[in-house]
Each structure stands twice: as structure tokens, then as C-alpha cells.
């Protein structure tokens, strides 16, 4: 499919565009930027009138449960979910059945996206082989299949000497380390963030502190061995502190935090809203102000949504044991729209942080509207308005605590190697 985007303000940070551009896109890449672009022989024009022309987004932190937990999401709802939410590159953790800890899986993952897939899936293999802990997975063997990074996503890895040499063998091939951040003995039996909410709701609390030791030893690994770390899912005020810290040393660490750490506190899991149940879990408004000062200042790198999908009956049960986690990869773009109206980020800078940084940060070659690169573009409009109806959400689990809810601004059209997958 041969494209024309018209009409429409181009963004894209990595060539310092913001204009009102026309994008040529012929045999899957970018062919031309320019103004007043006539369409050749053949080449479909779409209208973006109105609209953001901007580098496809990448996510690169989601669930996408397949294989062996299809019953939640497949690549195939996955994948339509993401490119429904703008984004054409999504990065799946390895905490699958079984886990990503072998080409094998890899393998299946690559090909069947390639197949069935509406976006680019791009798999994140284990660091230790069944997420056991204690064993270093074949990072080389993991890498060559397609790999971009290796995490124990879902379980911190607590032993601090594997934890070392995973850094200092994965700098030596070139593949990024992804940590959960998280000191499980802090943790307990804890099932929301400890304060002023879990006392009055009577729930076991989990205290900033678990994440911020964890995050502490993560960036001082990272020093002492020269090598590269990034850290998911940044939810506290004390994380974004000590990351800070580290970068001005020189430390070379990355973080991402998620749209529910900028976009809700702890208050909402009053009522025992289980949509509201995550790890790590939602904090207090100090902490979603640093989370958002931590975002403004460059301190966090990229947003991600922490896709994680599950069943209704996994959700629909007491809190303590309700599963943890929520979707989101079709509210993400318009809750990160939100932080540009409310002055946290301009809109070049959301947009680096959701699609320039992340391919940075995790080789993607992606990110990046430059002529001759892969035509991954998506389309943003700004004042579109829409409810979160479970019915009409393309993944396949409907666990989003935005059920029922306005956004405003979101993808209006996704398109993936040359190919419009989807519009609005």
C-alpha cells in the first residue's frame, strides 16, 4: 500500500519537525516529507486535516499472555488492541506459559505476529530461565532470535550477584536489562500501597520503600559494573529521586513509569475496586507529582502501559485475592494527552517519551518518520472525545478502571510498515 498523508502537523523530535506536512509513504517507508505533496498514480490519500502526523508509538512494556494464557489476550486481540490505541511496535514480557526463555518460544511469538499480528511484536526474553530466579537464561541464544531485552518481569530478580552478572554479561552482547524493581520481603502479604487509604480500608499495605530499595540497588549495580539498566514501572517519588540522582552521576539508567502512576491515586481502590489492583500499586498524590516532575525534567525516559490483561474471574473476587494488573493499551495515548493540556509535557516531548526514546533505549530503529525509514506513523487526533465501553475495547480482558469514563483525544488512524491498520 502506497500512502499520502495530508494535511496534517507533522511531529516528529528526532528531526526537529513540527509543521504542516504532507508524508509520502511508498513500499512501506517514508519516501518524502514536504508541503503541497501530489499523490502518484495509485497511492491511497488519507486526510489528516486537523489531525497529528507523528513516528508510530511503541510500547515497551505489555502482557500479551500468548502463549499459554490465551484465555486473557493473544497477539491477535493484543496486537488489534495496540494499534487501536496508535501504537504500530509493542514489546510482550516474558512471564507467558511457558516463559520466554528460549528461541523456541521466541520463535513462535515472531512468527506469529509476523502472521496474524496488527503491529510490530518485538518479545523481551527472561533473565532467568522460568522466571526461577536463580538460573541466568541464554541471554545470546535469546538475543539472536529476536530478543530486545532480557527482564524477569512480574518477579524481581532478589539475588544481587546474578543480578550483577546479568548486567555484566547482557552490556557484553548489547541486550538491554529490564527491572522489576521490587524487595519482595518488604512486600509481604501486602495488597495496595501502605497509608492513609489501606489503614481506613483495612487492607495489608505495601510501603514506597519496597520499590525504593530495589530501584537503589538496580542503579548502583548499574554503576559499579559500567553497564546499561532500565527500570519498569517507576511508581514512587523515592525511585524517581534516586534515579535522578544516578543519571547526574552518569549512571546509565532509563526508567519508564505507566499512565495510572501520572493519572490516579491510591483513593481509587476505595470501594475494593479490583480494576484498581496492580503492582506495583497505585501511590499517594506526592507521589504522582513527582511521578509527573520526574516526567517534565526527563528524569523518566518513556511511558508504557503495563498492559495486563485478565479475566473477569480473576478480577471479580475479594481484593486480597483478586489478580493484579489492568489493560491499557487503548486509554494510554489519551490519559498522556492529558499531561500536555495540564502543562506537564509539551506535545514533542510526550511524543518523544512514547515512541523516539523507547526505540532508543531498546534498538528498535524505529521512532522516526526520516525518509527511508520503516513507514510506522500514527495518527493522533487531539480533540476527539469517546467512553471507555468495555464492548467496544478490542482486547480481550476488560479490566481498566476507566470503565465508563470520557477521554478526550486519541489514534485516528495507525499505520504499520506502509499499511493503514486501522481507523478511528
Request: charged letters at 25%; aromatic letters at 4%.
Amino acid at each position: 500500500m502506497n500512502l499520502l498523508i495530508k494535511n496534517g502537523r507533522v511531529i516528529d523530535p528526532s528531526q526537529k519537525i513540527d509543521n504542516m506536512l504532507d508524508v509520502l509513504v511508498e513500499n512501506g517507508l517514508v519516501k518524502e516529507i514536504g508541503k503541497g505533496l501530489s499523490a502518484p498514480a495509485g497511492v491511497e490519500v488519507i486526510d489528516a486535516t486537523g489531525k497529528y502526523v507523528v513516528p508510530g508509538l511503541i510500547d515497551m512494556h505489555v502482557h500479551l499472555r500468548d502463549p499459554g494464557l490465551e484465555y486473557k489476550e493473544d497477539i491477535i486481540s493484543g496486537t488489534k488492541a495496540a494499534v487501536a490505541g496508535g501504537f504500530t511496535s509493542v514489546c510482550c514480557m516474558p512471564n507467558t506459559k511457558p516463559v520466554i526463555d528460549n528461541k523456541t518460544v521466541a520463535n513462535y511469538i515472531i512468527n506469529k505476529a509476523k502472521a496474524e499480528g496488527f503491529c510490530n511484536v518485538f518479545p523481551v526474553g527472561s533473565i532467568t530461565y522460568g522466571l526461577s530466579g536463580d538460573r541466568m537464561s541464554e541471554m545470546g541464544e535469546l538475543k539472536e532470535s529476536g530478543c530486545v531485552a532480557v527482564s524477569d518481569d512480574g518477579k524481581p530478580v532478589n539475588n544481587s550477584e546474578l543480578m550483577m552478572r546479568t548486567l555484566q554479561y547482557a552490556a557484553g552482547i548489547g541486550i538491554m536489562v529490564i527491572s522489576h524493581a521490587e524487595e519482595l520481603e518488604l512486600v509481604g502479604e501486602g495488597t495496595m500501597n501502605e497509608g492513609y487509604t489501606s489503614t481506613e480500608l483495612g487492607l495489608k499495605g505495601i510501603p514506597r520503600v519496597a520499590e525504593d530499595v530495589a530501584t537503589a540497588r538496580e542503579t548502583l549495580l548499574a554503576e559499579y559494573t559500567g553497564a546499561p539498566i532500565h527500570i519498569a514501572h517507576v511508581s514512587t517519588r523515592g525511585s524517581v529521586r534516586i534515579i535522578r540522582e544516578a543519571k547526574a552521576r552518569g549512571v546509565k539508567v532509563t526508567c519508564e513509569t505507566a499512565p495510572h502512576y501520572f493519572a490516579l491515586t491510591d483513593d481509587a481502590v476505595r470501594g475494593y475496586n479490583t480494576n484498581a489492583k496492580m503492582n506495583p500499586p497505585l501511590r499517594e498524590a506526592d507521589d504522582v507529582a513527582a511521578i509527573k516532575e520526574g516526567l517534565k525534567d526527563g528524569t523518566i525516559d518513556t511511558i508504557a502501559t503495563d498492559h495486563a490483561p485478565h479475566h473477569l474471574d480473576e478480577k471479580d473476587v475479594e481484593f486480597n485475592v483478586a489478580m493484579n494488573g489492568i489493560i491499557g493499551l487503548e486509554t494510554s495515548l489519551s490519559l498522556s494527552l492529558g499531561l500536555v493540556d495540564d502543562g506537564v509535557l509539551t506535545l514533542n516531548q510526550l511524543i518523544e517519551k512514547m515512541s523516539g526514546n523507547p526505540s532508543k533505549i531498546l534498538n528498535l530503529q524505529r521512532g522516526t518518520l526520516s525518509v527511508g525509514s520503516v513507514a510506522d506513523i500514527t495518527l493522533i487526533d487531539p480533540e476527539v472525545e469517546w467512553i471507555v465501553e468495555a464492548d467496544k475495547l478490542a482486547s480481550k480482558s476488560k479490566n481498566s478502571p476507566w470503565l465508563g469514563q470520557r477521554m478526550k483525544g486519541g489514534a485516528s488512524g495507525t499505520v504499520v510498515g506502509g499499511k493503514l491498520v486501522y481507523t478511528r
